[in-house]
């Protein structure tokens, strides 16, 4: 018997529960299909709003009709009708919070700081936007992320900070791409259309909003598209292309009229107006104004109104017809007044924002370095707690590091020792060799220059002979160059160019070869080993140029970079190609391997700028070799 009353209740209950899950799936799909409809025509969205709120209320599905009364909220909004907005919204709001539905009161929140905004509420528009902002960010939702970005943005550039507003929607396009959503990223676009527009930067505007055009076209979006091409328009009129301001206004007017969203037909309407006084065109600029004054009379726009009044005073008064100018100018004093009393309140709204923006930072601030103060005074406390064991361990680490580095010292000032009855050894050593050389081989040498220098003379037509004593007077002078280095214990910079300029001299201006040095740089000392292989570089490149180069002009260059000394040699000659490498040709192969000796870097290429080729020789002038 229970077996058989648990089966008719299961046949009772289960066709309930898939009815009730099939409506849940079909109020999802009729809620994200009349997203759209909001904006393409508001009062036919706001009746199929209700219908899924009820059956929504009915199924228990209340995610459902949170998101029924949000769309019912923003068709109110297009219609400009506030207060049912808010109470929409508001229901939204109340029903997330009884259910604790994050993203509905995010929304909510969001929205709602839109209407404040249009309120002058600012400080609760500001508020409602960044609380909006954080339950989007716990949810990782980048889009609404962007979207409540972007309403920041808007209020920031109502406040004239519009900067700060193009930051901003900066964060909210990043967000929306981000989120992938190519859709609401429009606003963004048009939003910083016109805060680069009132910033005056035209080119920028433009380009943003016809980012917007584009997209709103895709989307059929009448409402964005109402915006963005009266803005687009005025850049146009601004640009002085009147005829194309007037095309986009007609076309932005059609779109805001097909949604009846007033504020858009009037804005539009007056700025239309504006190009056909650009225009000196009386006739066609009274035509928009009159249509602009019932709507504005129906929003009571005062400020639309005593600018309307004003304008339609100055055409009549041009016209002589004086009762018509008297009535205008009489109406614009009255909504100027008006306007000037809405101003002031919109002025003590914005500054009572900034002034709440100011206080939230300070409170925040405030906050944080109450919280770091405590967090200081705990840190003090452990601290305190632990002073006792803190100065044994550090005493006996204090005694540990004084004993390593007492025993550390003396074995360094022993080694020093030891290095230092070296280097004076060697030092010895390099001296007697270079006597060896100075005394023995050098006046051999000498001796047998002198004999080849003799026979030269006796005999000039003896190119063997000739050629052998020039090949001795090289020797002999790649002798004094050894025996000078040996004997140096430490060379200077200077010393190192004044040998260079004499081989210089030697090899090139004495043979007619003009010679031009740039030296930048201060005297330094250098290792007397690495200046010899730098002297046997510089006399090989200088060689192989008079050798080989036929060039009339050679510029040597000579700088100091950082920790690096910088040589260069550059001929104006025929050139050659470097990457080949006769046989039995050993002179660059010779720089190559006093490079890697003395940790140098150097290259042989062409000139840029002529047929020779330019020598760069790069080492460190504290380089030292074994």
């Known amino acids: ?57 009915t199924c228990k599905f209340y995610i459902g009709e949170i998101r029924a009364y949000i769309r019912i909220g923003i068709a109110y909004d297009v219609l400009s009708q506030t207060d049912l907005s808010i109470d929409n919204y508001k229901k939204a709001l109340a029903i997330s919070e009884e259910q604790n539905y994050l993203k509905g009161i995010a929304s909510c929140q ?18 409602s936007f960044h609380k909006a902002k954080l339950y989007f960010e716990k949810m990782d939702d980048y889009v609404n992320v962007g979207a409540t970005q972007n309403n920041l943005g808007l209020i920031y550039e109502e406040l004239d900070l519009e900067k700060t507003a193009l930051f901003w929607y900066r964060k909210s396009i990043s967000s929306y791409k981000r989120g992938k959503d190519e859709v609401q990223i429009l606003d963004a676009y048009s939003n910083m259309g016109t805060a680069f527009n009132t910033l005056e930067i035209r080119d920028s505007s433009l380009y943003y909003s016809e980012l917007a055009i584009k997209g709103y076209r895709k989307t059929s979006n009448k409402y964005g598209l109402a915006i963005v091409l009266c803005n687009k328009a005025m850049i146009l009129d601004d640009y002085k292309r009147y005829d194309e301001a007037i095309k986009i206004y007609r076309e932005s007017v059609a779109f805001a ?21 650009d225009l000196r065109n009386p006739q066609d600029e009274e035509a928009k104004l009159l249509e602009a004054l019932p709507i504005a009379q129906k929003l009571k726009a005062n400020e639309q109104l005593y600018k309307i009044s004003k304008a339609l005073g100055v055409i009549y008064l041009k016209r002589n017809e004086s009762r018509k100018a008297w009535y205008f100018w ?17 002025r003590i709204a914005k500054t009572n924002a900034i002034y709440n923006i100011k206080s939230e930072k300070q409170r925040s601030e405030l906050y944080k370095k109450k919280k770091d103060a405590e967090l200081l005074q705990q840190q003090l406390k452990r601290k305190a707690e632990n002073t006792w064991w803190i100065v044994l361990v550090s005493l006996l680490a204090l005694t540990v590091i004084t004993l390593v580095f007492y025993f550390l010292r003396r074995s360094l000032k022993k080694e020093l020792l030891a290095q230092q009855q070296v280097f004076h050894a060697t030092n010895e050593e390099r001296k007697r060799i270079s006597y060896d050389l100075h005394d023995l081989v050098g006046s051999q040498l000498s001796f047998v220059v002198n004999n080849l220098e003799l026979l030269a003379f006796g005999d000039k037509e003896n190119k063997r002979i000739n050629r052998t004593f020039m090949m001795s007077q090289e020797a002999m002078s790649s002798l004094r160059d050894t025996v000078w280095a040996l004997h140096s214990e430490s060379m200077s910079s200077k010393v190192l160019l004044d040998r260079m300029k004499n081989v210089a001299k030697k090899w090139l201006e004495d043979n007619s070869i003009e010679v031009k040095f740039n030296v930048q740089m201060e005297d330094c000392v250098l290792d007397p080993g690495v200046s010899l292989h730098v002297m046997r ?3 090989e490149g200088i060689s192989n140029i008079y050798k080989h180069a036929k060039t009339k002009k050679v510029e040597i260059n000579l700088k100091e970079e950082g920790d690096y000394l910088v040589l260069s040699i550059e001929d104006f000659g025929v050139g050659f190609d470097p990457e080949v490498k006769p046989e039995f040709h050993y002179g660059l192969k010779s720089i190559e391997q006093r490079v890697e000796k003395i940790g140098a870097v150097y290259s042989m290429t062409k000139s840029q700028d002529h047929s020779g080729m330019v020598l760069l020789l790069r080492w460190k002038k504290n380089s030292t070799i074994a």
């Open 1 to 57: 018997m229970e077996r058989l009353l648990l089966l008719i209740l299961l046949l009772i209950f289960s066709p309930l529960k898939g009815t009730a899950q099939c409506d849940t799936n079909k109020i999802n799909t009729r809620n994200d299909k009349v997203l759209n409809l909001c904006y393409e025509n508001p009062k036919a969205a706001i009746a199929e709003c209700r219908k899924i709120a009820a059956q929504a209320n």
């Open 330 to 346: 009489e109406k614009y004093e009255l909504y100027h007044l008006r306007y000037y009393k809405e101003l002031n309140d919109r």
């Open 110 to 127: 969001n929205n709602l700081g839109l209407i404040y905004w249009r309120k002058n509420d600012l400080k609760r528009a500001i508020q």
């Open 257 to 277: 009229k097909e949604i009846e969203n007033d504020y858009l037909i009037l804005s539009t309407l007056i700025n239309w107006a504006r190009v056909y006084k």
């Open 537 to 539: 570089i510089f006399q």
